[in-house]
């Protein structure tokens, strides 16, 4: 696993460290109001104002099987930078605290956790210790927002709105 | 490639275009002197620019041409059909020399031996070409200006229907020069007044150039509301008149003397006739077409070229502007400081300008695609053998330059489809008793907030029961479907649907109409057909003005915002929830009429309590009107349209956002999506 040796910032998600590299972080903003976009999947809370354009949000707790976001006092938008079908699209997602920055060594980096891991294993790039011991996951972002992963998380908004429409007959 | 080298790319495929276009004006007007100096200019400076930056192939292929019009020019030939062919295809041959990136240049090189022998041909003499006179045509275009006596007399009630007749009095006089003639007389005593009725009329003489449809469109809507007398009384601007002051002086409630003036008016008409009949003649010794009027007109305005990044820039800071504006607006409200207020006012004004000048700059007349039709429709009628008329009526009308490029290949599709299916053979049409000339009329014109773009054959129309046989074979509908003519001819626009029994060359290469109106609607238009057996058919485009800035209607549902666009808005009721709520099968009974609705809140899973009273907003859907309930109205919005982003592009049911005053994201519906997403299957069958 290649990794440049780089920064990277921290965050917590539910009682997990989580880890992206910096060069894909744009930005990190206060918790707005989310226009909800009806229709979108859930883990889809909808857009927000940035600077003028609109930047869709993302819920990443729901894409990892977590239960869903609780907006807290500490709770921050992580704007990314991030590729889709080779085209590079910005998108924030919701992250229940911002941690720190800090430089990695990429001989230290362990593989991803394998079979029985709580978190889907597939966007995460491999896992770090911390000095306190503490092991931080860092994520594969691009994964998480690749058409695949979209694709199946709208098959499966389809589905249930297509068993609504049934009750509705 | 060096930066001049793309200039005079740029530059010689402008050159090309020009060329075309005063090719066929030329085609009209055969040895027109000044067109063929026009031709043999255009001719001068691709080869002399050619030779500059390096194509000497262009130089030298443009030589031979220019040759040959130089002996035009001399008068020592004449122009003649082949030599038109020829430049024609030479203009082509130009642009493929243009675009050539080395991978062609064995094809282009064949192609040009061929055209130097035609054009060898022509300059040794011996083509036995026609030679076909430049046709006498009269000049008559008088001078525009008339005069008009104008009564308005509006009933008492006038203004019970919201118009105000002075207003439609500043109009008429805004059309041209005019004197206003007052009558108070009818004004009852004090106690007898109501006050909302009309008891005074006027009389107008008005000199304009506008013609009488356009001073009786100014009554338009009131017609039943006045009694409305239009008289023409002479031609030109009766206030230049010698003599007719002291008769255009008069008191209030002393009406004009009509009589008299009259007279005066045909005396001076006459003699000015006399006078024109003798320009008339000095001027047919000129032998100006109109034609050549306009190009020689067209092409000596010129204009600086931008590069299209630097417009779509321009266009994204105005819209920030917009928005900014929204937001200063707002907080200026929440101030109160007058000071304050004035500015933002001011501002406001400024923005409103200067959006609607960058605005104007990205529009583009029609008029830029019309010469490529005009070309394709004389190609393709050659090719197919059918004698075609083309015309282009409105071609004035501008639209967004990326509507434009997206409107370009539809409308191609639309016209090939005439020009192969639609004309029928000469022979055909003469059998027929129609004159063996098809015709095809492109016409566009604004209509609200949309543009129309028409396109009429005179051919043969579509057959619906042919059509209807088609659909049921390739399994589109029900054998035993009941359909009215129209929506069997509606069937073409189905996907997969194809009449063409033969595959041509021009249409039915598999591109259906289906197609056209999927890149119709990719830019928020409509299609629409009109279809009468024998006499012809009519495919209709309407479409948005733009693309960026929409005025919209700001509602609201629960705690979100969303725009509709006023264009497709027809009328708004305000509905209890009760009478919604216990509706039968969506739809509600307003004032009489059932409307099929769709209710928000439910289609979009939105939780929560709804307000006892909401709004239904009737859209329009196609021809009929569908209601869309909403928790309530906000108000007009201009709305700065941005994308939704590639994470949403699922959601087809928006066409994007927009950033309001506070900052805070509205999204903006496409209420034909949300109807189509929502109807239940069985609704439409």
């Known amino acids: 696993m290649e990794h440049e040796t780089g920064s990277y910032i921290s965050f ?65 938008i992580l704007v990314l930078n991030v590729e889709i079908d080779g085209e590079t699209v910005n998108a924030g997602i919701l992250v229940d605290a911002v941690k720190e920055v800090f430089e990695i060594n990429t001989d230290e980096i362990l593989p991803p956790p394998g079979i029985g891991s709580k978190y889907k294993s597939k966007f995460i790039d491999g896992v770090y210790k911390m000095n306190d011991d503490r092991f931080v996951m860092l994520l594969d972002i691009d994964k998480v927002f690749s058409t695949d992963e979209l694709v199946m998380m709208a098959a499966t908004t389809d589905t249930t709105e297509a068993q609504q429409a049934e009750t509705v007959e | 490639m060096d930066n001049f080298q793309k200039k005079f790319l740029d530059e010689a495929s402008d050159l090309v275009s020009q060329l075309e276009q005063a090719l066929l004006t030329l085609e009209q007007d055969m040895g027109n002197p000044e067109l063929v100096d026009s031709i043999f200019r255009i001719m001068h400076s691709l080869k002399g620019g050619g030779g500059m930056f390096g194509f000497d192939n262009i130089s030298s292929y443009t030589h031979r041409l220019e040759n040959m019009y130089d002996l035009v020019r001399q008068k020592k030939l004449k122009v003649t059909r082949e030599m038109l062919d020829i430049t024609f295809e030479s203009a082509d041959h130009i642009t493929s020399m243009l675009n050539d990136d080395g991978s062609k240049t064995d094809e282009i090189k064949k192609n040009e031996e061929i055209l130097n022998k035609r054009i060898e041909a022509i300059l040794d003499g011996d083509t036995m070409s026609v030679v076909v006179e430049a046709p006498d045509k009269d000049g008559d275009a008088s001078s525009g200006m008339a005069s008009y006596y104008v009564k308005v007399k509006p009933y008492e009630h006038i203004q019970r229907n919201g118009t105000n007749p002075l207003l439609l009095i500043d109009e008429l006089v805004g059309l041209g020069k005019a004197k206003v003639n007052i009558f108070y007389s009818g004004i009852p005593d004090f106690e007898g007044l ?11 003489i008005l000199a304009t150039e506008q013609d009488e449809d356009a001073i009786k469109d100014v009554f338009i809507f009131v017609e039943d509301d006045c009694d409305i007398v239009v008289k ?78 630097k417009i779509d820039s321009l266009m994204n800071l105005v819209s920030e502007l917009i928005t900014t504006q929204a937001g200063l607006n707002l907080y200026a409200d929440r101030e109160k400081n007058a000071e304050l207020t004035r500015i933002a006012e001011s501002l406001e004004n400024i923005s409103r300008q200067l959006r609607d000048t960058a605005f104007s700059i990205t529009l583009i007349p029609i008029d830029y695609l019309v010469t490529r039709f005009r070309r394709l429709v004389r190609d393709l009628s050659r090719e197919v053998g ?185 009328t708004i009721f305000a509905v209890e929830h009760e009478k919604i709520a216990s509706s039968f099968q969506n739809v509600i009974n307003i004032e ?37 309930v909403v928790d309530n109205i906000t108000g007009e919005y201009q709305a700065v349209l941005k994308p939704l982003g590639k994470l949403y592009r699922s959601q087809d049911i928006f066409s994007g956002a927009s950033i309001l005053g506070d900052g805070t994201v509205a999204l903006v519906l496409d209420t034909h999506q949300v109807i189509n997403k929502f109807t239940r299957y069985n609704d439409i069958v």
Not at chain 2, 277 to 300: C, L, P, R, Y
Not at chain 2, 417 to 442: C, F, M
Not at chain 2, 596 to 612: A, Q, S, T, V, W
Request: proline share 5%.
């Open chain 1, 12 to 76: 917590v998600l539910g009682e997990e460290y989580f880890a992206i590299n910096v060069t894909q972080v744009l930005n990190i903003l206060q918790l707005v109001q989310i226009t909800k976009v009806p229709t979108a999947p859930d883990y889809m809370k909808g857009v927000i104002n940035l600077r003028g354009t609109v930047l869709p949000i993302i819920d990443i707790r729901i894409k990892f099987g977590m239960p869903p976001i609780e907006y807290k006092r500490d709770t921050v």
């Open chain 2, 194 to 204: 109501v006050y909302d009725d009309t008891y005074v009329w006027w009389e107008v």
């Open chain 2, 232 to 309: 023409r009384l002479a031609d030109g601007d009766i206030f230049t008149f010698e003599g007719i002051e002291p008769l255009l002086q008069c008191g209030h409630d002393f009406p004009f003397d009509l009589e008299k003036i009259t007279k005066l008016a045909q005396a001076i008409n006459a003699l000015e006739q006399a006078k024109n009949n003798e320009a008339k003649k000095a001027a047919e010794e000129n032998k100006g077409d109109e034609h050549i009027k306009k190009f020689a007109k067209e092409s000596s305005i010129s204009g600086i070229r931008v590069a299209s990044e």
């Open chain 2, 386 to 570: 059918k004698e075609i008329e083309f015309e282009a009526k409105g071609a004035e009308v501008e639209l967004d330059k990326s509507l434009i490029e997206g409107i370009s290949e539809p409308l191609m599709h639309i016209l090939r489809n005439s020009v192969d299916h639609g004309i029928e053979s000469a022979a055909e049409r003469k059998a027929a008793g129609k004159s063996p000339t098809g015709k095809i009329t492109l016409q566009a014109y604004y209509s609200g907030s949309q543009v129309v773009i028409a396109v009429t054959d005179d051919g043969q129309g579509m057959n619906p029961d042919k059509i209807k046989r088609k659909a049921i074979e390739k399994g589109l509908i029900n054998p035993d479907a009941q359909l009215s003519d129209k929506e069997a001819v509606d069937l073409i626009f189905m996907p997969g649907f194809s009449t063409s029994e033969k595959v041509t060359n021009i249409s039915g290469r598999g591109v259906g109409m289906d197609v056209v109106k999927l890149k119709v609607s990719d830019i928020r238009g409509t299609l629409s057909q009109a279809s009468e057996p024998g006499e012809g058919t009519t495919i209709t485009i309407s479409l948005p003005l733009t693309l960026s800035i929409i005025d919209g209607m700001l509602v609201r549902i629960a705690d979100v915002d969303y725009i509709i666009p006023l264009s497709v808005i027809d």
């Open chain 2, 592 to 628: 009489g009429v059932q409307y099929p609705f769709y209710y928000l809140r439910d289609e979009f899973n939105i939780p929560g309590e709804p307000p006892e009273r909401e709004e239904i907003i009737m859209v329009k859907y196609e021809d009929r009107k569908i209601g869309v």
